[in-house]
C-alpha cells in the first residue's frame, strides 16, 4: 500500500512540475515555476500525510494536524510568490539560467524542473513520517514542532513584508536592506523556510524520542539546508547582488551573517544598495 501511495505522490509531483514548466513557456515568467512548486510540496505533502499505511486505516489526529500544516506553509509562500509574480517581479536566478542555456533553454528547464519535482519528494518524505508516527498523540514532540513551525511560516512572512515595504519606499532607492530581520541575516526568508522543516523530525521521533523511523523525517531540513545555502538560494542570489549592486553588497556582506541570524559586525563598512 505505501509504495503505491509513494510512487502515486512522485507521479503527482511530476506532473505538476510538468505544469509549471508550461506555465512558464505561456507566460514567460519564472515566478509560476515556484509558486506551482510551492502549492504542489504543500498538496502532495498532505496527501501523504493524510494517506493510510492500510487500505482500512482512518487518518489520526496527527495526520490531520501535520497535513493541514503542511497545507498552511504550501497557502502563505505560494500566495507570496503568486503576487510577486503578478506584481511583474522576475527572479534573477532563472534569467541567469535562460542566458547560460540559450535557445536550449526550454529542454533544459523541463528537465531542471523534473529534478525540482524529485527534490519535492524527498521533502514530501519528512511531511509523511511526522504524520504517521505511531506514537500516542498528543506528545510533547507535536507542541514543539507546530511552535517551531508557526514561528517559522510568521519569520519568513515578517521578512518578506519587511523587504517589500523597504523596496517601495522612494527613499530606499540603491540601498541595501537591513532593517528588521535584514539586519540579523542576509536571507532571513531562507533561514525561516528552513527552520520550519525543522519541525517534521521533531514530530515524527517525538520527545523523549520513541519512534526511530521518524529519523527518515531529517531529510526535510538536511536536504533543505544543502539547496538554500549550497545550491539555488544563497549562492545564484549573492552572485546577482554583487555583479548588480558591487560594493555597496559587499560591505552589507561583511557586515551581516548570510543565513543563521546574528548581530552585525560593527568594524564593518556600513554600506548600502538596494536588493531585489
Given at each position: 500500500m505505501i509504495v503505491l501511495v509513494l510512487f502515486a505522490?512522485?507521479?503527482a509531483l511530476a506532473l505538476f512540475m510538468a505544469g509549471a514548466w508550461l506555465a512558464q513557456r505561456r507566460t514567460g515568467q519564472s515566478g509560476w515555476v515556484d509558486t506551482i512548486w510551492s502549492f504542489a510540496v504543500g498538496v502532495v505533502g498532505a496527501g501523504l500525510a493524510l494517506a493510510p499505511i492500510h487500505a482500512s486505516d482512518w487518518p489520526t489526529t496527527?495526520?490531520?494536524?501535520?497535513?493541514?500544516?503542511?497545507?498552511?506553509?504550501?497557502?502563505?509562500?505560494?500566495?507570496?510568490?503568486?503576487?510577486?509574480?503578478l506584481r511583474g517581479g522576475e527572479d534573477p536566478r532563472y534569467k541567469a539560467l535562460a542566458n547560460e542555456w540559450g535557445e536550449d533553454f526550454p529542454r533544459r528547464l523541463f528537465w531542471f524542473l523534473q529534478i525540482q519535482a524529485a527534490s519535492a519528494f524527498l521533502l514530501t518524505l519528512s511531511i509523511c513520517a511526522a504524520a504517521q508516527n505511531p506514537s500516542r498523540f498528543p506528545n510533547p514532540g507535536d507542541f514543539l514542532g507546530v511552535a517551531i513551525l508557526a514561528i517559522a511560516i510568521a519569520g519568513e512572512a515578517v521578512a518578506d513584508r519587511q523587504l517589500r515595504r523597504?523596496?517601495?519606499?522612494?527613499?530606499?532607492r540603491g540601498r541595501v536592506c537591513d532593517v528588521g530581520l535584514w539586519g540579523v541575516?542576509?536571507?532571513?526568508n531562507y533561514f525561516f523556510e528552513w527552520l520550519g522543516w525543522v519541525a517534521y523530525p521533531i514530530i515524527a521521533v517525538g520527545l523523549p524520542p520513541a519512534n526511530a523511523i521518524g529519523l527518515i523525517a531529517l531529510v526535510g531540513p538536511i536536504f533543505m539546508y544543502w539547496l538554500l545555502v549550497h545550491v539555488s538560494g544563497v549562492p545564484p542570489l549573492e552572485a546577482h547582488m554583487a555583479r548588480s549592486r558591487g560594493e555597496a553588497f559587499r560591505a552589507y556582506q561583511s557586515r551581516v551573517n548570510?543565513?543563521?541570524?546574528?548581530?552585525?559586525?560593527?568594524?564593518?563598512?556600513?554600506?548600502?544598495?538596494?536588493?531585489?
Open positions: 505522490a512522485a507521479l496527527r495526520q490531520s494536524l501535520v497535513a493541514a500544516l503542511a497545507l498552511l506553509w504550501s497557502l502563505r509562500l505560494g500566495l507570496h510568490i503568486m503576487g510577486r509574480t523597504f523596496a517601495a519606499e522612494p527613499s530606499s541575516c542576509r536571507h532571513p548570510a543565513f543563521f541570524p546574528g548581530p552585525a559586525r560593527k568594524n564593518a563598512p556600513a554600506s548600502r544598495g538596494l536588493r531585489p
